[in-house]
């Protein structure tokens, strides 16, 4: 798709839902008051009861009223893959429906405003690995404003990486981020990340924001909400709320967020404010 007018884009960032329907309710009520969903992520969960044959026809569904309700962006995790791919290694099949409805997933990008987007699979094999590093050397040549990766697994050797034990994050992403320098990577998979001493749910990496919102219980899933035009991220969890500013430097700990800001206000541009 063609770069789009020249504007500010609102974003809302959800991670590792793991078939929560509760939380997939809020997603879906919560599209409208923004530019763009992102969902990075583990979708499905393995250990449910449910087979993932069944989830993905439930998921598919709850991705067709995210993209009647507005934009949309889904990436795989771990637990999306469902079966072998073309080069015979492990890939989430089952999102080729949700792109054969006109759904951005992996190994797509698309532009929102002057924001390009590039989505990340899971990937499972050096083929899908090779497919990924073409994907953000391409994308890197493209004139563009704003540049999000959407990437389930965070950085390796970052605290958005950490379980309290080890940092579970990705050798390569961190490499790439080191060569493209995004300006912001969405990200999950570690859940409690932002939760636990030496975690967080943000980090920078040279100029790169790197953003995990984390998994929480209950039917508000933890979420990151961005704005490119005010150069803020706001993320919304059971722990509290906090906020950045994205075109500072990195200082924790994060400000405590005490009330919302006048960009996600009503009255600034006729939308909700986050419904956390």
Known sequence: MPRTTDRPVRILLVSDLHYTLPQLDWVVRSAPSFDLVVLAGDHLDISSTVSLDAQSVVMLRYLALLQAAGRV?????????????????????????????????????????????????????????????????????????????????????????WDGKKSWGDIELTEWIGLHKPDIVFCGHIHQAPFIPNGSWADRIGPTWVLNTGRQIGETPAHIIVDTDAREALWFSLAGSESLHLDQPLRRPFAPLDQLPQWLTPKSRDRDPSPA
């Open 73 to 161: 962006a889904v990436s795989s995790g771990n637990h999306d893959l469902t079966g072998p791919d073309a080069n015979g290694e492990q890939s989430a099949v089952w999102l080729g429906k949700a792109r054969a409805a006109g759904v951005p997933t992996d190994g797509d990008s698309l532009w929102v405003g002057d924001t390009l987007i590039t989505i990340c699979p899971w990937w499972d094999g050096p083929k899908a690995k090779e497919a990924v590093a073409a994907q953000l050397a391409s994308d890197s040549a493209k004139d563009k404003k704003n540049w999000i990766w959407v990437y389930h697994a965070p950085p390796a050797g970052s605290p958005t990486s």
